[in-house]
């Protein structure tokens, strides 16, 4: 990797990985700069700096090997190795976390549950324990999980991150209403659906505004 990368390159890696693996899925070997820009809203200007961010790929003329691309990007994104997650809320939004097909199969693996509802509690559910969340400092230090799902209301999100971090847990997806506070070496992505509800209606109300 060529030394610092922008935020803004590293949102636009996920999209990268999906268009290719459904290239690659539909038999397509090689791309162009301009195709894949096409696909992506993307010039091919800025797809070729992007990519050029991870090293050399594609040659002049030839465009990108799709499967090699898809690899290397997966690389990059770490999902070459397996994540153990624990949820956090075992309500709507944790078990649409738990039952979403594709974590599976790229590497993120449900392994168990926590929540304070005693009428949730079970040893099993399609394979996932759900244990009340007084046991989390008992039992998630022994389940060698990476990352944790946040899916609480939002007055119990800090506090539970809090507990979280002291069980040796680095990275949280926070579907909790409100923005935390960690430590530096802690990874936090806050998933705010309202966010992008508020973009989606911004631009319905400014479809002249320029989106560069």
Known sequence: MNGYVSDAVVRRLPGYYRHLRELE???????????????????P???????????????????YPVHELKEHIGEILGLNRKH?????????????????PSFRREGFETVAMF????????????????????????????MDISIAVLAVPATAAQKTADRLYACGVRAIW???????????????????????????????AHPDADRK
């Open 25 to 43: 899925e539909n038999g397509v070997v090689q791309i162009s700069s301009q195709e894949l820009g096409e696909r992506m809203s993307l010039t």
């Open 45 to 63: 200007s800025q797809i070729r700096q992007d990519i050029n961010c991870f090293g050399g790929f594609g040659r002049q003329g030839y465009g």
């Open 84 to 100: 153990r997650m624990a949820i956090i809320g075992a309500g709507r939004i944790g078990n649409a976390v738990s039952r979403y």
């Open 115 to 142: 929540d304070s509802d005693p009428a949730l509690m079970t040893e099993e559910d399609d394979g996932i324990g759900i244990y009340d969340i007084s046991r989390l400092e008992e039992l998630l230090p022994e």
């Open 174 to 204: 926070n579907f909790a209403p409100v923005d935390l506070q960690h430590p530096a070496d802690m990874e936090v992505v806050n998933v705010h659906m309202s966010d992008t509800l508020h973009i989606l209606s911004y631009r319905m």
